[in-house]
Structures are given as structure tokens and as C-alpha cells.
């Protein structure tokens, strides 16, 4: 496939190029240049469209699908708490056939929105992977399965550093080979065993910390230690939240980790504060966005970079680039998973939207980045690309 006179964000630092030619092949953008001829390709004229890296969720938990909006007015520790929470109860006795229903809803309405890959942290063991599986069977969306091994310490256990059973140690090795790595609850839940435990890892591994308050004071509380200090015993990929991070801590984690996953929205509607991503960026790290629990907000990556960006200005009296925000939910992600995504560049995978540039809202394109990051939405998009392949829309 030739996409001819297509505008795109290109490469790293998504460079607006007004016009080009891409050839699209073995699922991957083959080359990308002025003048593309074959006649053996399909040809398509791009001219009224903008090509933009599909969008990567880089963390949801769309098990939740089924509970959205219940027990609205609840604290954090009893709607998502991994052992007391109401989440937990549902996700335990909900049937099965209901819940892959319900994921495979998020996981379509994720794809007419941009996004290509999601990053998700998947309760339930071994029989919960599967029942992700089972739900995107018939979608075509990238998904990265972190699973959850469902073993937790308390605070006296941690005090104590208890260490994990072999039992659940062979636990966690088949786990492992059925999934993409771990998506550990957090820190406050966990021996420092535990974590060495997980630091073994050789695949993904992706942990929650210093979410809230209560959290971060708990940590220090029970261990003398930050949340995100100890969630680095784990020896994490990419750590959560962070919304409560001090300098100390994101410096330690630019050292450390392949960079942070923000979920400024979800971190909002529990009414638990707004990351702070001028410190990040001060700091240097690598930041990626996350919709996080389905239950508490919709996966809609438009609608989490509109958020951020002016909540961010809201607060800080600071305009913040929008580019900033886009590559949040583009390349920084990509990079966090060391794979091949969330980008336009020859070698890369074909995994891409194409934005209708004569969209009523977005016309006229004065400032590409700042248009997709808090003016375009689902109607803006013609097609969505995955792969190489057209999976929604068509151009």
C-alpha cells in the first residue's frame, strides 16, 4: 500500500511534514519519502489527511469494564484497594462470560478512538489473562497483558519481610509464560522479598506508587522508605501514578526505570490530586498517559491529553508544549516498552490514524499539536490503522 500526499507527525520528535508518500508493507512503514512509484501497490491519495502515531493506553485495567461509575462517592481504599476493595469483589463474582463481554466493549471503543496498544494490568492470575484473551479474539487491537500474581502481604508481614511461598513462586513462573510480564499492585502490599522476588524478572515489569497521600505516608510509616524507593527494590520497567512523587524520587526513577505512566484523570475523579509533570519533565523522565480502571474513567486518550494539558496550565499558570503531551501518548510510550510503536519512521510497525484535516472542529490546522491534544476527538478520526491494516473507518 502507497498512502500518496499524506501529512504526518514523522519520527521522535514528531516533525510535521505537510506533505509525503509512505509505503506501507510486511506491516511496518517500509519507506517514507517524496516520490514513491510501484505498480504492484495499491495507491491511495492521502491529501486531506493527517497521519498520527496510533495512540498507546500505556495502563488500564479494563476487568472493571462490567462496574462503571459504581460506588461513585467511595474513598480509593474501598473502590480499587487489591484486597478490600469493591473491584475485587466484583471481578471475583461476576460471571465469566460477563466479563469478557465487557472487556472486549473497552478494548473496541479503545480502538475507534486511536489506540492501537494497551498496556494492562490484569488481575485474576493465570485464568484472567486468559479471559483477556478470550475477549480480544476478535479485535484487532495490540494488547500488552501485565498479569497479577493475587498474593499480598500486610503491614506486619512486611515488617517482618516475609518471603513468598514456593507455591506461589511456581505460581508466578507459569503466570509469566502466558503473558507479556507483571503489573504488581504496589509496594505497600509487598515484602521487600516479595519485590527482590519480582526484580528477577526478565520481562515487563510495571508497578503502582505513591498515588495518594495515604499511600506514600503508609510506605514511610511501615518502612522508613518512600513508596517509589521501594517500589524499586522490584527493579520496575516503568512505575504508575507517581502523583505524590518528591524530586528525590523522580530522580531516582530516570536512573532506574524506562519512565513513568501518568493517569491525571483517574488520579482526578478519586479526587487524589494531579500528577505534577513540570517537576517530571524538570526532572527529565520519560512520561507516558494511562486511562487506567475503566470502572473510574473512559479509555479516551483525547480526552486525557485535553485534561492534562489544561489542568496542568490551570494550575501552574504555565503553558506546558502540547508536543509534550502528544508524544506522552505516542513515542515516550513506545520507548517505555522498548518496542517498535507509537511512532512514524521506516522499520517501525504500521500502527497509525489518519485525522480528516477538513474536520469541523479542526480546520483550520494553525498548530498541528496543540488541535489533536485538546481539539480533535473520535469524529476527527477517518481510519485507524493497525499493523499495516485498516481495523476501523476507511480512507
Known amino acids: 500500500m502507497i498512502l500518496k500526499n499524506v501529512s504526518i507527525l514523522y519520527g521522535q520528535n514528531l516533525k510535521f511534514i505537510p506533505s509525503i508518500d509512505i509505503l506501507v508493507t510486511e506491516n511496518k512503514f517500509k519507506k517514507i519519502n517524496s516520490k514513491i512509484t ?6 491511495i491519495d492521502c491529501k486531506d489527511l493527517l497521519l ?4 498507546i493506553n500505556a495502563h488500564t485495567h479494563i476487568g472493571d469494564s462490567i462496574a462503571k461509575d459504581l460506588a461513585l462517592n467511595s474513598n480509593v481504599e474501598s473502590k480499587i484497594h487489591p484486597m478490600i476493595g469493591l473491584k475485587q469483589k466484583i471481578l471475583k463474582e461476576t460471571p465469566k462470560k460477563e466479563l469478557v463481554h465487557f472487556m472486549r466493549k473497552s478494548a473496541q471503543t479503545m480502538l475507534k478512538k486511536g489506540i492501537t496498544t494497551f498496556v494492562d494490568f490484569r488481575e485474576g492470575e493465570i485464568e484472567g489473562v486468559k479471559l483477556l484473551k478470550s475477549a480480544l479474539k476478535t479485535v484487532p487491537i495490540n494488547a500488552i497483558i501485565l498479569g497479577r500474581l493475587e498474593y499480598y502481604h500486610t503491614q506486619s508481614q512486611i515488617i517482618t519481610n516475609t518471603k513468598m511461598p514456593e507455591s506461589f513462586k511456581s505460581k508466578l513462573k507459569s503466570l509469566l509464560q502466558s503473558c507479556d510480564g507483571v503489573g504488581i499492585s504496589g509496594p505497600n502490599e509487598n515484602s521487600n522479598e516479595n519485590l527482590f522476588e519480582y526484580s528477577r524478572i526478565k520481562k515487563i515489569v510495571g508497578i503502582h506508587a505513591a498515588e495518594t497521600v495515604n499511600s506514600y505516608t503508609e510506605s514511610k510509616k511501615i518502612s522508613k522508605k518512600t513508596e517509589p524507593k521501594r517500589a524499586l527494590l522490584a527493579k520496575p520497567t516503568f512505575l504508575v501514578h507517581m502523583t505524590f512523587a518528591s524530586k528525590n524520587d523522580l530522580m531516582s526513577i530516570v536512573k ?36 487506567d480502571n475503566v470502572m473510574i474513567n473512559s479509555p479516551d486518550m483525547f480526552r486525557e491529553m485535553d485534561y492534562l494539558w489544561k489542568v496542568t496550565m490551570g ?36 500502527d497509525c490514524i489518519f485525522i480528516d484535516k477538513k474536520a469541523l472542529d479542526l480546520e483550520p490546522l494553525n498548530n498541528v499539536y496543540a488541535s489533536i491534544v485538546h481539539r480533535a476527538s473520535q469524529d476527527s478520526i477517518k481510519a485507524v490503522m493497525s499493523g499495516g491494516k485498516i481495523v476501523h473507518g476507511k480512507i
Open 52 to 55: 498520527i502515531p496510533g495512540f
Open 315 to 350: 494550575l501552574k499558570k504555565k503553558r506546558i508544549d502540547p508536543k509534550h503531551i502528544l508524544k506522552m501518548a505516542t513515542v515516550n510510550a513506545g520507548k517505555i516498552l522498548n518496542k517498535k510503536i507509537g511512532c512514524i519512521r521506516e522499520g517501525y510497525f504500521a
Open 38 to 43: 510501484s505498480k504492484n501497490d495499491d495507491i
Open 256 to 291: 532506574k526505570t524506562r519512565g513513568i505512566v501518568i493517569c491525571p484523570r483517574a488520579n482526578a475523579s478519586l479526587a487524589e490530586g494531579i500528577p505534577d509533570i513540570e517537576l517530571m519533565l524538570e526532572a527529565k523522565c520519560n512520561l507516558a498517559i494511562g486511562t
